[in-house]
């Protein structure tokens, strides 16, 4: 059984941020350094990436895998559930190093080595053929935009919208993450009650603003604005947000509880 | 690891039949009885099943399930692929006895531990929920069709359809597998020579009939007809079969290769 040791935790600070570079700390003798790119839950997400030497680094990448451009020759393993930004959940992206799969342990089950599916050109099993299909027109449709420059492009421009929406209204809106380690792909908030964010669900809901109740492990809310959000879309929602304080106010809402 | 003994095998006859329950023979001591209950390959189906007493009896049965009605209890654990009868390649069916569960292996990998998935009721992960939705719309078809009994029922229609065809027309037609061990999913057949092998093929996708070709490890023709596949499909497809013959000897082809 390996043994795992932790690099980095921000569990102190309720996972608001994820470390600077130079706060992660590991001993040299290890296999691997592993990090998830993005936290859907938190609203986080590397926006650099750990600078490992000589020790491989692996990535999960499931949900921000192809929402922007990326330097593949840093990473030894990336693996990532396409359900996010490729396509429907079954279907997972591994993008592994020769040298890497080369040092894999030997004598694992068959299906948990990537060798076996290296060996056989990923059909050692009848694969998921469907979600490899809209897979393929998921990754036409990115390259129709641009590929993954313009992809990351429309995403800046996505997030920044949210986050300036957020920040613009710093006494209704609260960003649930450090500023930078801000989430292109989920942006956090809490408002002032909990009533508050219930009403803010409901009310644009009616507006056809769906999917906005945060995780519930933390609460608040969360916009998960994957590739299939367009800008205009999040137009939609800014516009929104800018209007629902005032109705709040009109109704008394925006009150603190007693 | 554990030791596998083969309890039964017509490798000498080119697996064209499976055992009768008396030629089953396995020590009292092993931990289960594994079989799959049809062979799509040489087109062969279990029409009994093992008798096997205290012996846990274990059923790969990916290309027969949802085709016929089953005595679920005999079993300590059926799996199968959805991609034959029940819906997209990607999702599988696990039936399993708690009794057998709970004898399961202690440390195997998470993802190899039915536990892990009985404990979440099938929510460990993200489910692949396209093929589970799909799932879902199979089975309501099933059920319209007057459940598994009304899809048995057509099922012996179609096979006694075919291998009637080939019956009838034993000088020409030969059908792979032994009588008794005959599939009502893959029906095989050889003819004269490859070369009307080919014809026979190319011939019947002319007439929208497709997928013919036996699997590329024995050669010959493979009719595949899995739930989706209808009488009329059949229908089509004998009459097809009755004509080729005649088609043949009158291109002179019909003779034996010098």
Redesign the interface.
């Given at each position: 059984m390996a043994k795992a040791r932790v690099a980095f935790s921000s569990k102190e600070e309720k996972y608001r941020r994820v470390p600077k570079m130079s706060e992660i700390k590991y001993p040299e003798d290890v296999a691997y350094l592993h990090f998830c790119s993005n936290n859907t839950i938190e609203g986080t997400q590397f926006q650099e990436f750990p600078e490992t030497g000589k020790v491989p680094l692996v990535a999960d990448m499931s949900s921000d895998m192809a929402s922007r451009r990326l330097d593949f020759k840093n990473f030894s393993l990336i693996y990532a559930?396409a359900?996010k930004n490729l396509g429907?959940?079954?279907?997972t992206l591994i993008v592994i190093r020769n040298d890497f799969l080369a040092k894999a342990k030997q004598g694992l089950?068959t299906?948990?080595t990537y060798k076996t599916f290296t060996d056989s050109k990923s059909l050692y099993n009848?694969?998921?053929?469907?979600?490899v299909y809209i897979m393929k027109l998921v990754l036409e449709w990115v390259k129709s935009k641009g590929g993954l420059a313009g992809v990351e492009k429309i995403n800046a421009s996505k997030k920044d919208l949210l986050y300036s929406a957020i920040d613009t209204a710093a006494d209704f809106y609260k960003g649930s993450a450090e500023k930078a380690s801000r989430s292109w792909m989920n942006v956090t908030m809490r408002l002032p009650t909990e009533a508050l964010e219930d009403k803010f669900v409901a009310d644009a809901k009616k507006e056809g603003l769906l999917g906005l109740k945060g995780h519930r492990s933390v609460g608040g809310i969360r916009f998960s604005i994957y590739n299939a959000v367009s800008l205009e879309d999040i137009q939609k929602t800014v516009d929104f947000m800018a209007r629902f304080p005032q109705v709040c106010l009109k109704s008394k809402m925006h009150n603190k509880p007693k």
């Amino acid at each position: 059984m390996a043994k795992a040791r932790v690099a980095f935790s921000s569990k102190e600070e309720k996972y608001r941020r994820v470390p600077k570079m130079s706060e992660i700390k590991y001993p040299e003798d290890v296999a691997y350094l592993h990090f998830c790119s993005n936290n859907t839950i938190e609203g986080t997400q590397f926006q650099e990436f750990p600078e490992t030497g000589k020790v491989p680094l692996v990535a999960d990448m499931s949900s921000d895998m192809a929402s922007r451009r990326l330097d593949f020759k840093n990473f030894s393993l990336i693996y990532a559930g396409a359900q996010k930004n490729l396509g429907p959940a079954g279907v997972t992206l591994i993008v592994i190093r020769n040298d890497f799969l080369a040092k894999a342990k030997q004598g694992l089950p068959t299906m948990f080595t990537y060798k076996t599916f290296t060996d056989s050109k990923s059909l050692y099993n009848t694969p998921p053929v469907f979600g490899v299909y809209i897979m393929k027109l998921v990754l036409e449709w990115v390259k129709s935009k641009g590929g993954l420059a313009g992809v990351e492009k429309i995403n800046a421009s996505k997030k920044d919208l949210l986050y300036s929406a957020i920040d613009t209204a710093a006494d209704f809106y609260k960003g649930s993450a450090e500023k930078a380690s801000r989430s292109w792909m989920n942006v956090t908030m809490r408002l002032p009650t909990e009533a508050l964010e219930d009403k803010f669900v409901a009310d644009a809901k009616k507006e056809g603003l769906l999917g906005l109740k945060g995780h519930r492990s933390v609460g608040g809310i969360r916009f998960s604005i994957y590739n299939a959000v367009s800008l205009e879309d999040i137009q939609k929602t800014v516009d929104f947000m800018a209007r629902f304080p005032q109705v709040c106010l009109k109704s008394k809402m925006h009150n603190k509880p007693k």
